[in-house]
């Protein structure tokens, strides 16, 4: 399984690139990459991002297909299978600083070959979920007809996990700097 961060948004309403903002002393990829590296399941981590942001990362990064920029996390997933096929791919948005390495592991431990994405009582965290090989020509046919929510990917097999069952608040979504002021009273330390 290979282990993608989403870092190729373009953060307009964050007001500034969300990936590089510093949080703890790291930037937020350097957050999410680390919990993923931590988990000691994955082939490896790569960065997917777009041209532009390219030369800000120190890891492995994956610049979006050409065809599909702009598009999207379909976009990123997309070209990360074609340059890495596995048997499957967790990704979580660069927006997700908080994660831990306890919530990769429990969602590793419950993938059973199809998608599996975390949920809450309040919506289904998407970028956040481990989608399988199988499902790269359904990603290109949504692309080509730009029908760009991950969402359009699940089915009847689709596995949902509470965030619950992982204590803390690691699955909350920064989009706004606003966002960070409930997020960083969150003790992560328990959970790495």
Same mark, same amino acid.
């Given at each position: 399984?290979?282990?993608?961060?989403?870092?190729? !948004?373009?953060?307009?309403? %964050? !007001?500034?690139?969300?990936?590089?903002?510093?949080?703890?002393?790291?930037? %937020?990829?350097? #957050?999410?990459?680390?919990?993923?590296?931590?988990?000691?399941?994955?082939?490896?981590?790569?960065?997917?991002?777009?041209?532009?942001?390219?030369? !800000? %990362?120190?890891?492995?990064?994956?610049?979006?297909?050409?065809?599909?920029?702009?598009?999207?996390?379909?976009?990123?997933?997309?070209?990360?299978?074609?340059?890495?096929?596995?048997?499957?791919? %967790?990704?979580? *948005?660069?927006?997700?600083?908080?994660?831990?390495? &306890?919530?990769?592991?429990?969602?590793?431990?419950?993938?059973?070959?199809?998608?599996?994405?975390?949920?809450?009582? &309040?919506? @289904?965290?998407?970028?956040?979920?481990?989608?399988?090989?199988?499902?790269? =020509?359904?990603?290109? =046919? $949504?692309?080509? #007809?730009?029908?760009?929510?991950?969402?359009?990917?699940?089915?009847? *097999?689709?596995?949902?996990?509470?965030?619950?069952?992982?204590?803390?608040?690691?699955?909350?979504? @920064?989009?706004?700097?606003?966002?960070?002021?409930?997020?960083?009273? $969150?003790?992560?330390?328990? #959970?790495?």
């Amino acid at each position: 399984m290979i282990g993608v961060v989403l870092a190729g !948004g373009e953060s307009r309403r %964050f !007001g500034s690139q969300k990936a590089f903002h510093q949080l703890d002393g790291k930037p %937020f990829y350097q #957050h999410v990459y680390d919990a993923m590296k931590g988990c000691g399941r994955l082939q490896q981590v790569v960065i997917n991002t777009n041209a532009q942001l390219k030369e !800000g %990362f120190d890891q492995k990064v994956i610049v979006d297909d050409s065809r599909y920029q702009g598009l999207g996390p379909l976009t990123g997933l997309y070209t990360v299978m074609t340059e890495l096929p596995d048997d499957a791919y %967790f990704v979580i *948005a660069v927006d997700t600083p908080f994660i831990t390495v &306890e919530a990769v592991n429990h969602l590793i431990e419950n993938f059973r070959g199809h998608t599996t994405v975390y949920r809450d009582d &309040e919506q @289904i965290h998407a970028t956040i979920g481990i989608y399988p090989y199988h499902l790269k =020509q359904t990603i290109k =046919q $949504h692309l080509d #007809h730009r029908e760009l929510r991950l969402r359009a990917l699940f089915d009847e *097999a689709t596995t949902y996990i509470d965030v619950k069952t992982v204590p803390g608040h690691w699955y909350l979504n @920064i989009n706004r700097p606003e966002d960070l002021k409930g997020g960083e009273r $969150h003790d992560r330390t328990n #959970h790495r």
